[in-house]
């Protein structure tokens, strides 16, 4: 690999004035890298801010209930702030400090990466602003008020589709205008080179567990590991150290949302094609002229035209499988989850339990399926109690304002 | 000192882009930058991007701009560029791109995000070269002296370069360190030097005239044409176009 790229894709497909605040970047990276130092800070805040490692959960109801091969729920939920990202923000954070700068921003679609963001600034004494699409600022608003009681200021972006992709370019945007003191946190294992690159060394700690907690319980490999897939900083985490494993089968779940039709979901492979956009070359929901598709996903994280690229390479290479769910599936797969097993899982990570429950049935007892529960669902409330069709929930909001 | 101006195809319709380019050459600019419009366009403020999205909404293909070129480059007789950015290029084929641009009378390209080191996977310069196209390179005032001389290597045409560290859009005062960065510019290029991003006034021209050559002028027009009605916008272009060239202000 070099300069950022996984075969053909990657790189850093950037206007010449960012490019010298990125090679700044990687530069402190590589360096930070092999800084035993770094290492143990980043190590510690894990264990005892963040709350690594998070349990490997056997599913024995959901097991039993399919019949067939044994599933493990790795509950990344239980990290600070409900999902995997606050890893790579500690990741970035302790990289910002090393540069000197005093300031983070970044996007956010669900509002769980702004989050994870607000809290490392706040716990590390940076200054913080926080791009959100106007669109999701609508459908996610107790993150926008958590961001802001954590002290980061949430700035709308009215531009474009308002939402995820529209929030990275405001982003990129600022970081052109104010490259001395701010660094960028990309929320995912996308963008420019270095970032696909170190948030996956960042988040490759989860597959690590995997395998160490798999061997605990079952003294093996597991043979399936799934993850869902928006810009895929959690599949790339879960996948990582399995990747020289070739026994153990790869599988990433994408947003099928409502239907097959252009801005119902969020397919990237079967639905889109290679692009270069937001500095990085790779799969892209995008016209004929080039010009990106409007997605759809019940959940905001998944709803991005692009994914990183070194997925991309991985499915070229056929190292990874992608499949995708419904909306409704994935609805289905909460509930489902939630009955069994005591887990309500974030509607993004939903989506690879929905194919587990397709996948397990058809395999052996002997077969190990470990899902990544990537994040935890509180975050989804109003949206399921709308799913749900809820109406105490409802009644529950109208008399509350009234108080 | 030369006067480049802007345009973004299909804003506010392909009809009045059209008309626009003639009053331009008309009212005495040396060159013309013809924006293809993009969904996410990255180095632009909000008055392009607003231009861009509006452009698309009505319909704006890269058809058409190929079109538009062929038609006006017929005749006229000053440069027509094309501004995209990367995907536009890519995804129609890269050298597919730079064949067709030039058949349609292009005089160059300006892709801001086509980075020089992404060269060995896009073969963009190649292809410029290999069709008679000229790469416009852009760099600016956080391009330290090595990156100015890398991009060096492929000048083509003239360099641009961006008057600030920022997005383009109207800026009321220069960059103080603008006159430093043109000399090192000039250093590394022998190719004019042209000066964009928050250049609007006449007095931003005369400050920069002893040390670049051309002087680009964008968003302050598009502020022009959203100032006015459909009636009235070549008149104001005009009076805008000739207010720079020929009155202080």
Redesign the interface.
């Known amino acids: 690999m070099s300069?950022g790229?996984f075969g053909?894709y990657g790189?850093?497909?950037?206007?010449?004035?960012?490019?010298?605040?990125l090679e700044q970047l990687e530069k402190t990276y590589e360096s930070a890298k092999k800084d035993q130092k770094f290492q143990k800070e980043f190590n510690n805040l894990l264990k005892n801010f963040a709350g690594r490692p998070t349990p490997l959960v056997f599913a024995q109801n959901l097991t039993e209930k399919l019949g067939g091969a044994k599933i493990y729920l790795k509950n990344e939920g239980l990290n600070h702030t409900g999902a995997h990202k606050i890893t790579h923000c500690i990741g970035q954070a302790l990289i910002a400090k090393r540069m000197g700068k005093t300031r983070l921003i970044a996007e956010t679609g669900a509002g769980q990466h702004g989050v994870a963001t607000a809290t490392v600034a706040a716990k590390f004494g940076f200054s913080c602003t926080i791009y959100m699409g106007a669109v999701d600022i609508a459908r996610q608003r107790p993150n926008v008020f958590l961001m802001e009681q954590l002290g980061a200021k949430v700035v709308p972006v009215l531009?474009?589709s308002q939402t995820l992709?529209?929030a990275v370019?405001a982003a990129?945007?600022d970081l052109?205008?104010n490259?001395n003191d701010t660094h960028y946190v990309i929320g995912s294992v996308l963008g420019p080179h270095p970032y696909p690159t170190m948030n996956r060394d960042f988040q490759k700690i989860v597959g690590q567990e995997i395998k160490k907690q798999t061997k605990e319980f079952e003294n093996k490999l597991p043979d399936y590991v799934i993850a869902c897939v928006g810009g895929g900083s959690n599949a790339m985490g879960a996948f990582y150290n399995f990747l020289n494993k070739k026994s153990v089968q790869l599988i990433g779940v994408e947003a099928g949302g409502k239907g097959k039709k252009i801005g119902d979901h969020a397919v990237r492979f079967s639905g889109g094609?290679v692009?270069?956009?937001?500095?990085y070359?790779s799969y892209?929901l995008?016209d004929?002229?080039?010009?990106?598709q409007k997605t759809h996903s019940i959940s905001a994280g998944l709803d991005y035209p692009g994914i990183g690229p070194e997925l991309a390479f991985l499915h070229d290479k056929k190292r990874v499988e992608f499949v995708s769910v419904s909306d409704q599936e994935t609805l289905q797969a909460v509930k489902t989850l939630a009955h069994l097993e005591g887990i309500i899982p974030a509607l993004e990570s939903a989506h690879a339990v929905a194919h587990a429950i397709k996948l397990a049935p058809k395999l052996s007892k002997e077969k190990i399926i470990v899902v990544n529960l990537s994040g935890r669902g509180d975050k989804d409330l109003f949206i399921l109690a709308e799913a749900f069709k809820d109406k105490s929930f409802y009644k529950f909001l109208e008399d509350f304002v009234k108080i | 000192m030369k006067l480049m101006t802007h345009v973004v195809i299909g804003y506010p319709s392909l009809e009045e882009t059209e008309k626009i380019v003639r009053t331009m050459v008309k009212s005495g600019v040396d060159m013309i930058e013809l924006q293809i419009p993009f969904s996410d366009p990255l180095a632009d403020g909000p008055t392009i991007m607003n231009a861009c999205e509006k452009s698309l909404q009505r319909g704006t293909k890269i058809k058409d701009a190929f079109l538009l070129m062929k038609k006006l480059s017929l005749e006229i007789k000053i440069p027509l560029i094309f501004m995209a950015y990367y995907n536009t290029v890519f995804k129609y084929g890269t050298k597919k791109f730079c064949r067709d641009a030039k058949v349609a009378g292009a005089y160059g390209l300006i892709i801001p995000d086509m980075n020089i080191d992404e060269e060995n996977q896009e073969h963009f310069y190649v292809s410029c070269k290999k069709y008679n196209l000229n790469n416009i390179q852009v760099v600016s005032p956080a391009s330290t002296d090595e990156r100015l001389r890398k991009n060096a290597k492929v000048e083509s045409g003239f360099v641009y370069f961006t008057a600030h560290q920022g997005i383009t859009g109207v800026k009321d005062k220069l960059s103080p360190n603008l006159i430093s960065n043109l000399r090192r510019v000039r250093k590394n290029f022998s190719v004019p030097i042209a000066v964009g991003f928050g250049i609007s006034k006449r007095k931003h021209l005369e400050a920069i005239a002893p040390y670049a050559d051309i002087a680009v002028i964008g968003s302050a027009i598009i502020n022009e044409i959203n100032k006015s009605s459909t009636e009235n916008i070549e008149q104001n272009v005009r009076n805008f176009i000739k207010n720079i060239l020929f009155h202080n202000n």
């Open positions: 300069n790229h053909k790189g850093r497909y950037l206007p010449e004035m960012l490019i010298p605040t531009t474009g992709k529209d370019n990129l945007k052109i205008e490259v094609s692009g270069v956009v937001e500095g070359k892209f995008q004929s002229d080039g010009q990106l």
